[in-house]
């Protein structure tokens, strides 16, 4: 029952084992449903009643998939099995079955959130879901078509069933430059022109008749003669004179501003960006012919 049927052998066990959790803390030793991985696989798988089963014990995986390695075995389906097939007590049919080891964080990841999970976890622990439905979707043992078809959708369906946007809208400030002006005031230089009265002095001359006695012929005799004197005399005039004086006038400047808006841009999640590369290099390191195929659809 396990011959082509099985999928996802990992090459890579050795480096999934340091980034998987202990998956065995909290053993229910029981396989059971997932609701909303079972959602999830019927969308991918289209088949209406395909459910995946689930545990957390690690010795259930050994026995379910003996005398494989159950390190190396990560997923796998019945596909031809009928709706009465059972292994160790277990239905088979239209069933996915996930390895302990990733059933724990993928769980997590559901429950909480993706941002915060180890890409490859999150990558090989998604990628098996879509593989193993995929043996359903395209009714087909062939692992390199199964593998290459679940790699090539491997973003749509991060982004349907796992909410993974492959971008987001984050809010962005954006500068700009506006002119804005101001006033200023700017001192300039004048002459202004005043007058003044200057004061000086003249000498006026002025005649004045200066009475002198004189004998003439024995008796006193009074004349005259004619002296030119001086009187000061103040006289004015007026004269320009200039004096330099500081004026403002106003001018108007401007000055280049660089503000910010908010603008709402579309940008890459680097959740999903980190997810869908983790994807990739896993399906380049699984053996062949798991890493080989193409896809036709
Ligand atoms: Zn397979």
């Keep these: 029952m396990r011959k082509g049927v099985l999928l996802v052998v990992a090459a890579a066990a050795v480096v999934l ?6 998956p065995s803390a909290a053993a ?24 995946v089963w689930v545990q957390d014990a690690a010795p259930d995986w050994a026995a379910m998939v003996y005398p494989e390695d159950p390190q190396t075995i990560l997923g796998f389906v019945a596909l031809r099995a009928t709706p009465t097939a059972t292994y160790n007590g277990v239905a088979l049919y239209h ?31 998604s990628l098996v879901i ?39 809208l984050k ?22 022109s005043y007058a003044v009265k200057v004061a000086y002095s003249v000498r006026v001359p002025y005649k004045v008749r200066v009475p002198y006695k004189v ?8 004349r005259y003669r004619t002296v030119t004197r001086y009187r000061t005399e103040n006289r004015y005039r007026t004269e320009t004179r200039s004096r330099t004086e500081t004026r403002y006038r106003t001018e108007t400047r401007s ?43």
């Excluded at 996930?98 to 769980?107: K, N, Q, T, W």
């Excluded at 078509?145 to 679940?150: F, S």
């Excluded at 991060?158 to 946007?165: A, D, H, Q, R």
């Excluded at 004998?215 to 009074?222: D, E, H, S």
């Design 171 to 192: 809010e962005v400030q954006v500068p700009y430059t506006v002119e804005v002006p101001y006033e200023v005031q700017v001192p300039y230089e004048v002459q202004v």
């Design 95 to 125: 069933r996915i079955f996930v390895a302990p080891i990733l059933y724990s964080p993928l769980s997590g990841y559901i429950t909480s959130g993706w941002e915060s999970a180890n890409p490859t976890a999150a990558a090989v622990s």
């Design 28 to 51: 229910i030793r029981t396989w059971r449903g997932h609701e909303r991985l079972d959602a999830i696989a019927r969308d991918m798988s289209q088949l209406p009643d395909v459910g």
């Design 17 to 22: 084992a340091a980034v998987f959790a202990n």
């Design 255 to 297: 000055r280049t501003e660089t503000r910010y808006r908010t603008e709402t841009q579309t940008v890459n999640n680097p959740t999903f960006a980190s997810i869908t590369a983790a994807a990739t290099a896993f399906y380049k390191s699984q053996p062949y012919p798991y890493n080989a195929g193409v896809c036709p659809y």
């Design 130 to 168: 879509i593989h193993e439905a995929y043996h359903f979707r395209y009714w087909s043992s062939d692992e390199a078509l199964v593998n290459a078809c679940a790699l090539k959708d491997f973003p749509y369906w991060l982004t349907k069933s796992f909410g993974i946007p492959a971008s987001l």
């Design 215 to 222: 004998l003439v012929r024995g008796k006193r005799v009074t």
